[in-house]
């Protein structure tokens, strides 16, 4: 059975962590776990600070308000059998008693609107080999001696700096896989500000990752920011050559509203309807997040940012 440390970033001040209570409750034995918590203003910096203290052959990545199923560990030690495989991920859901506005943000995130990444909150399909377009930071297991060897997270990049590592993973031959039933409940944001912001950090995150690591699976992630550009040309377009410049437009809209449709298997009848401006609202700040990313200046955070402290905790509550 493996050793595994789980690496929790989180900020200076944060006191009641979900992710560390929900650690400590993992059904695996306690002298093959150890958890670290690693304080800090830069996510990046934080778990590669945590990842060069760690003793575990495995590292579970949870963000601070990642809650675990307590079978997680256990699940995926078969996975882990397979030398190649160097990464193992899956979904993190929202919970069923996060109030009516989050779960609206969580139909929107589950839906085709994110195209394959749409496996990262809500599960598909079982077992399966993968890309870093399926998995997600905040419930990610790789090997240790794997990320030791790419020297860690790209500090330059963040968001997606798991993304920039996983391609370099596979590119070296590595196996990611995803497993539809190794779930975390985590909540949405809270507010429609937070999720817009969220977006629009999301879309610039990729564009940075594209500089930095381009991809041919990179290529989906261009059909956002001229979805933009068509919205602001369709209106003079149409006045030169008329209404045939609309059509692309009225078949998006035929299919969001399709996609509602979908979502109203998940029970949240008035959520998925309201979802319908959220998933135009995705793509337009997700677009224009990721022109803003293709002209940043990518540079590893100041020192002070960078500064983290770690944290060693035991199973037993403190």
């Known amino acids: 059975m493996p050793s595994v440390t789980v690496i929790i970033p989180a900020r200076p ?10 650690a400590r409750a993992l059904d695996y034995p306690p002298e093959k776990l150890e958890i670290i918590l690693a304080r800090g203003k830069q996510p990046s910096a934080q778990r590669n600070a945590a990842l060069k203290e760690a003793r575990g ?19 995926i ?7 190649n495989v160097k990464m193992v991920g899956g979904p993190a859901i929202c919970p069923a008693d996060a109030p009516p506005l989050e779960q609206t943000f969580a139909l929107v995130l589950a839906s085709w609107a994110l195209g394959p990444s749409r496996a990262r909150y809500t599960p598909v399909g079982t077992v399966r080999e993968t890309s870093e377009k399926e998995l997600i930071l905040c419930n990610l297991v790789a090997r240790r001696d794997a990320l030791l060897e790419l020297g860690g997270f790209d500090e330059k990049l963040y968001p997606n700096e798991e993304n920039a590592l996983m391609d370099e993973l596979q590119a070296r031959g590595g ?3 995803y497993d539809s039933q190794l779930i975390v409940r985590r909540r949405p944001r809270r507010t429609l500000k937070a999720f817009a912001k969220m977006l629009m950090t999301y879309g610039r995150g990729r564009a940075e990752q594209f500089r930095v690591n381009p991809t041919p699976g990179s290529a989906l992630n261009f ?21 045939i410049v609309l059509w692309p437009l009225l078949l998006y809209l035929a299919a969001v509203f399709v996609q509602a449709l979908f979502l109203t298997r998940s029970g949240w009848i008035r959520q998925s309807f309201a979802a319908i401006p959220l998933i135009i609202l995705t793509h337009i700040l997700y677009g224009f997040g990721f022109w803003r990313g293709l002209f940043t200046t990518l540079k590893p955070k100041a020192p002070a940012a960078a500064e983290v402290s770690l944290e060693k905790l035991s199973r037993d509550h403190e």
């Open 223 to 243: 059909a956002p920011p001229f979805f933009v550009i068509y919205l602001l040309l369709v209106i003079p377009a149409a006045i030169h050559w008329g209404s």
């Open 57 to 75: 052959d495995l590292i579970y990545f949870l963000d601070d308000d990642s809650v675990p199923e307590p079978k997680n560990l256990r699940r």
């Open 13 to 22: 001040d944060a006191v009641e962590i979900d992710a560390v209570r929900a």
């Open 175 to 177: 196996k990611l896989l």
């Open 77 to 83: 030690i078969g996975h882990f059998s397979d030398p």
